[in-house]
Every structure is written in structure tokens, then in C-alpha cells.
């Protein structure tokens, strides 16, 4: 079985085993942490089949974040020949006509404009892949929506596929179904998705719904899990430096005081409101603790414009962050807002600091070469992005320190993002700075991502409520 490291690079005894298990079935998942080498073990598990002659050809289904990571990996451990199906569909057409051994598509990209499911699903069902590998599969949830649709469609022809995620449940346990649904055609929960998540979950919830599993069914659901994926935690398999966590704080202007407790006031009204028994919307509490965020950070969106503070007391303590890690180590900065990016961005220019940066709207052509300008050019000290488009699928394992300027309110956006420098190859500990405005919704934020619990699930319970109101009604200020 070792043969299967004629790959380029020699794999770990955890890949090697669970190679032998994927190579065991048809349709399977592994849902080992991040930076344990996944991708590696599809790969290897697609040379077995193309050396049996069995799949001669792989699509890669990913999002668009990641998907220049595959690429990397291909070039690195493989000598295969792929291309990327990306551009408009002409272009992805073109592309599928030529004779590659991997093609790497998005999940958006897969259910493109045409008649019934698109002409790009169309022409990827004509070309008869063997294998389909589908990285960060939670990005699929919704069964009724047309990408999920034509997703499982497309893996109902594909012989054999691999599907890929470091924290295959989410915030909503209830599309862990949806993922089994397509993955396995069935074979572990079942084609009825309604009837499983009623089986194994109940819903707590009393205004919105909740869905957490029933206790007499753990046992049996974690059970079923396991029949057809694998997984395994990185502290089992790799002897990785440990995560050092460094809070640091800062203490609000009187300008952003004021501003902070109009909003903070107004979500407290909202939250009475949802206790008395009446709608509370819970979009529209985190859309204004998402305000709180922006004025902790220096800056407001609004109808008119953007709003700058007059004072920013988090880059100064961003300064004196950087400031502390020595000159020649890497760092990672993580913000959520994109006028975060901007602050920084003249921050570290007018510091003399070399950054690259990611954000939404680069293209992938654009993201790579960031990334490769972070990794391949000792000047460039900083990688700075925004923590949707930069946590997840980049190995950036010349960094050890990373710096959250302000924190998603996203737990699987928190949990990837930490893997970025946390991974295969890392040799130092790694260091994690946490910048939070004292007494502020950053704290509670902060506390709740320890916690392992997602923002939206926090407001539906009634301790986290009660924990959040404690921190509306105090701010700390200019000291």
C-alpha cells in the first residue's frame, strides 16, 4: 500500500491509513482537522484508481478561496496535468474541452446560466469523470437550492468521491444530513433528509428554530457518522508547536463611547422585546452588534458614506502589537470589515511595513499572487485580509503570528482561520493576538467563540443572552 507514496511527497501513517480506507469504498468523507493533509489523501487515493485504470480523470469541486491551494498542491505533490474552470462559461467550456487529468471547479460555478441545470453542469456530465473531490463541503447546506441540486446530481454519476471538511458541523447540526445526503446517496442516514434530522435531532428552539441532537441518539448518530468518513484530530497525528493566545486590549474614546451606547441601548430594547414573547429579529440584533464592531474598530458605515472616528485606539494597540514580534517573523492580520483593511493598509504603509492583502473582490489571478508575494518575499512582513476570504485553505506556515483586529462572527470562520499557520510543516508555537475595545461586544464575542458556540446560536440562549446584556451595559473608556 505504500506504493501510493509515488506521489512526490511521502505521506503520514494517518494518511496511508485512511487512504486505505477511502480506497475501500466508493463514496466517502474525511472530516480530519485542518492541516492535516486531506488534500494529500485524495490525491493519493485518485493515483490508486488512475494507476488501476478505474478514474482517469478527477474533478475538484471548491470554493473559489481555495481554489489555487488545490493548484499548489497538484504542481507540489503530483504529476499530473489539470486546469482551472474559471472566467465566464465560454471560458470554462473551452476549458473542459481540453485533455487534462484534474479539473478544479467552484460550487458556484457548477450551476451556471442554460436551460435545466446549465450548460457548464451539462458539459461536465459529457465528460465522465471518474472522481469527484468536494473540498469544504458545509459550503453546500440548503438541499432545495439549485448548486445543491445540481451537485448531487453530478456526484449520482460520478463512480467514486472524496468529500472534504475540517468542522463538518456547523452552526445548524441539521445540514450535516444534506452533506450525507450527497456524499453517500443515502447509504448512512438515508434519501430523506426530513426524516433523519427528525430522528436524531429535536428542536429546542421557541421563536426560531434550534435543532441540537437528541441525547439517547448520540451514541448511535456519532456511530453513523463514522461508517463511511474518517477523521482525525491534529494533536493525535502530528506533533505540532502549541497555540498561545494573547488578549490585548484598548479603551474607547469619548466619541466612540457615545456612539456605542445609542446602539448598544437599542439592542437591549430589542432583546426585552424578544423575552416578552414577541418577534426579535435575529439578523437584525447581529447586524447592529456588527455596528458596535465597526465603531470599536474607529470607523461607521453609513446611509451617507463611511464615517471615520476622530480617535482609533486599536491601531495604536495594533501598533505596539507589531511593535513586539520580532523584525524578522511573519505575521498574519485578520479583520472582518473591509474599511479594516483600508485603516490598516495606511497604517502599515505609513509605517513602512510591506503587506499583501486579500479581500473579496480579487480575482483568483490576483489572490495568488498576493499569497505567493507573502510567502516567496522576505520583505513582505504582513498578510492582511479580511477573515471570509483569507481563513480558509492557504497553508501559510512562514507566519507564525496571527493578529485579529476584529473577529468574525462566524465560528467556523474563527476555527479555519486559527489552521492557517497551525499546520504540517510548522515548526514554531504559534501566537495568537486577540484585539478587543475593554467591556465591549469584542469581549463577549471573543468569549462566545471560546465557548465553540456561533453568534446566532448564542441568541437564542437564554444564559448567552443574559451574558450579553451584562456586556451592553458597560463600556470601558479613555484611561
Same mark, same amino acid.
Given at each position: 500500500?505504500?506504493?501510493?507514496?509515488?506521489?512526490?511527497?511521502?505521506?503520514?501513517?494517518?494518511?496511508?491509513?485512511?487512504?486505505?480506507?477511502?480506497?475501500?469504498?466508493?463514496?466517502?468523507?474525511?472530516?480530519?482537522?485542518?492541516?492535516?493533509?486531506?488534500?494529500?489523501?485524495?490525491?493519493?487515493?485518485?493515483?490508486?484508481?488512475?494507476?488501476?485504470?478505474?478514474?482517469?480523470?478527477?474533478?475538484?469541486?471548491?470554493?473559489?478561496?481555495?481554489?489555487?491551494?488545490?493548484?499548489?498542491?497538484?504542481?507540489?505533490?503530483?504529476?499530473?496535468?489539470?486546469?482551472?474552470?474559471?472566467?465566464?462559461?465560454?471560458?470554462?467550456?473551452?476549458?473542459?474541452?481540453?485533455?487534462?487529468?484534474?479539473?478544479?471547479?467552484?460550487?458556484?460555478?457548477?450551476?451556471?446560466?442554460?436551460?435545466?441545470?446549465?450548460?457548464?453542469?451539462?458539459?461536465?456530465?459529457?465528460?465522465?469523470?471518474?472522481?469527484?473531490?468536494?473540498?469544504? +463541503?458545509?459550503?453546500?447546506?440548503?438541499?432545495?437550492?439549485?448548486?445543491?441540486?445540481?451537485?448531487?446530481?453530478?456526484?449520482?454519476?460520478? =463512480?467514486?468521491?472524496?468529500?472534504?471538511?475540517?468542522?463538518?458541523?456547523?452552526?445548524?447540526?441539521?445540514?450535516?444530513?444534506?452533506?450525507?445526503?450527497?456524499?453517500?446517496?443515502?447509504?448512512?442516514?438515508?434519501?430523506?433528509?426530513?426524516?433523519?434530522?427528525?430522528?436524531?435531532?429535536?428542536?429546542?428552539?421557541?421563536?426560531?428554530?434550534?435543532?441540537?441532537?437528541?441525547?439517547?441518539?448520540?451514541?448511535?448518530?456519532?456511530?453513523?457518522?463514522?461508517?463511511?468518513?474518517?477523521?482525525?484530530?491534529?494533536?493525535?497525528?502530528?506533533?505540532?508547536?502549541?497555540?498561545?493566545?494573547?488578549?490585548?486590549?484598548?479603551?474607547?474614546?469619548?466619541?466612540? =463611547?457615545?456612539?456605542?451606547?445609542?446602539?448598544?441601548?437599542?439592542?437591549?430594547?430589542?432583546?426585552?422585546? $424578544?423575552?416578552?414573547?414577541?418577534?426579535?429579529? +435575529?439578523? $437584525?440584533?447581529?447586524?447592529?452588534?456588527?455596528?458596535?464592531?465597526?465603531?470599536?474598530?474607529?470607523?461607521?458605515?453609513?446611509?451617507?458614506?463611511?464615517?471615520?472616528?476622530?480617535?482609533?485606539?486599536?491601531?495604536?494597540?495594533?501598533?505596539?502589537?507589531?511593535?513586539?514580534?520580532?523584525?524578522?517573523?511573519?505575521?498574519?492580520?485578520?479583520?472582518?470589515?473591509?474599511?479594516?483593511?483600508?485603516?490598516?493598509?495606511?497604517?502599515?504603509?505609513?509605517?513602512?511595513?510591506?503587506?499583501? +492583502?486579500?479581500?473579496?473582490?480579487?480575482?483568483?489571478?490576483?489572490?495568488?499572487?498576493?499569497?505567493?508575494?507573502?510567502?516567496?518575499?522576505?520583505?513582505?512582513?504582513?498578510?492582511?485580509?479580511?477573515?471570509?476570504?483569507?481563513?480558509?485553505?492557504?497553508?501559510?506556515? =512562514?507566519?507564525?503570528?496571527?493578529?485579529?483586529?476584529?473577529?468574525?462572527?462566524?465560528?467556523?470562520?474563527?476555527?479555519?482561520?486559527?489552521?492557517?499557520?497551525?499546520?504540517?510543516?510548522?515548526?514554531?508555537?504559534?501566537?495568537?493576538?486577540?484585539?478587543?475595545?475593554?467591556?465591549?461586544?469584542?469581549?463577549?464575542?471573543?468569549?462566545?467563540?471560546?465557548?465553540?458556540?456561533?453568534?446566532?446560536?448564542?441568541?437564542?440562549?437564554?444564559?448567552?443572552?443574559?451574558?450579553?446584556?451584562?456586556?451592553l451595559t458597560k463600556i470601558g473608556g479613555s484611561q
Open positions: 500500500m505504500r506504493r501510493i507514496a509515488l506521489l512526490k511527497s511521502k505521506l503520514f501513517a494517518h494518511q496511508i491509513k485512511h487512504v486505505k480506507f477511502h480506497a475501500a469504498k466508493r463514496k466517502s468523507g474525511d472530516w480530519s482537522d485542518c492541516g492535516t493533509g486531506k488534500s494529500l489523501t485524495a490525491l493519493a487515493k485518485f493515483r490508486l484508481l488512475y494507476h488501476a485504470k478505474v478514474a482517469t480523470k478527477l474533478l475538484i469541486v471548491c470554493p473559489l478561496s481555495v481554489l489555487e491551494c488545490w493548484a499548489s498542491e497538484i504542481e507540489k505533490h503530483t504529476d499530473f496535468t489539470y486546469i482551472k474552470l474559471i472566467g465566464d462559461v465560454d471560458s470554462k467550456l473551452k476549458s473542459l474541452k481540453q485533455n487534462k487529468h484534474i479539473y478544479l471547479i467552484t460550487y458556484d460555478a457548477i450551476a451556471g446560466r442554460g436551460g435545466g441545470l446549465g450548460i457548464v453542469w451539462n458539459a461536465l456530465i459529457r465528460k465522465k469523470f471518474g472522481m469527484v473531490v468536494c473540498d469544504e +463541503i458545509t459550503n453546500i447546506k440548503n438541499f432545495r437550492a439549485r448548486r445543491t441540486k445540481a451537485l448531487a446530481l453530478l456526484c449520482e454519476e460520478i =463512480q467514486y468521491s472524496i468529500f472534504l471538511s475540517g468542522t463538518p458541523i456547523t452552526k445548524h447540526v441539521e445540514d450535516i444530513f444534506t452533506i450525507y445526503r450527497i456524499m453517500d446517496d443515502g447509504d448512512t442516514f438515508g434519501k430523506n433528509i426530513f426524516s433523519a434530522k427528525h430522528t436524531y435531532l429535536k428542536n429546542i428552539g421557541y421563536i426560531y428554530p434550534n435543532w441540537v441532537i437528541r441525547q439517547e441518539k448520540l451514541e448511535e448518530l456519532r456511530d453513523k457518522l463514522y461508517k463511511n468518513a474518517v477523521r482525525v484530530k491534529k494533536d493525535e497525528c502530528l506533533d505540532l508547536p502549541p497555540k498561545i493566545w494573547l488578549p490585548r486590549f484598548c479603551y474607547l474614546s469619548q466619541e466612540q =463611547q457615545e456612539l456605542y451606547r445609542d446602539i448598544a441601548n437599542n439592542i437591549l430594547e430589542d432583546l426585552e422585546v $424578544g423575552t416578552s414573547g414577541k418577534t426579535m429579529s +435575529i439578523h $437584525g440584533a447581529l447586524d447592529k452588534m456588527g455596528k458596535l464592531s465597526q465603531i470599536i474598530d474607529g470607523f461607521v458605515y453609513a446611509n451617507e458614506g463611511t464615517q471615520l472616528l476622530t480617535q482609533n485606539p486599536k491601531l495604536e494597540v495594533l501598533r505596539e502589537v507589531i511593535q513586539e514580534i520580532p523584525q524578522e517573523e511573519k505575521i498574519i492580520i485578520y479583520a472582518r470589515w473591509r474599511e479594516d483593511l483600508r485603516l490598516i493598509g495606511t497604517f502599515l504603509q505609513a509605517s513602512g511595513i510591506p503587506f499583501s +492583502i486579500m479581500h473579496g473582490n480579487l480575482s483568483a489571478k490576483q489572490r495568488k499572487e498576493q499569497v505567493l508575494s507573502f510567502i516567496q518575499k522576505k520583505e513582505v512582513r504582513v498578510f492582511l485580509s479580511q477573515i471570509e476570504t483569507g481563513g480558509f485553505g492557504l497553508t501559510l506556515i =512562514q507566519a507564525s503570528n496571527i493578529i485579529y483586529f476584529s473577529l468574525s462572527f462566524s465560528l467556523v470562520f474563527f476555527l479555519q482561520s486559527q489552521d492557517r499557520i497551525h499546520r504540517i510543516g510548522q515548526t514554531k508555537s504559534c501566537r495568537y493576538f486577540i484585539l478587543m475595545g475593554k467591556d465591549s461586544i469584542d469581549e463577549y464575542v471573543w468569549e462566545t467563540l471560546q465557548k465553540g458556540i456561533e453568534l446566532s446560536k448564542a441568541l437564542i440562549d437564554e444564559n448567552r443572552v443574559t451574558r450579553l446584556k451584562e456586556y
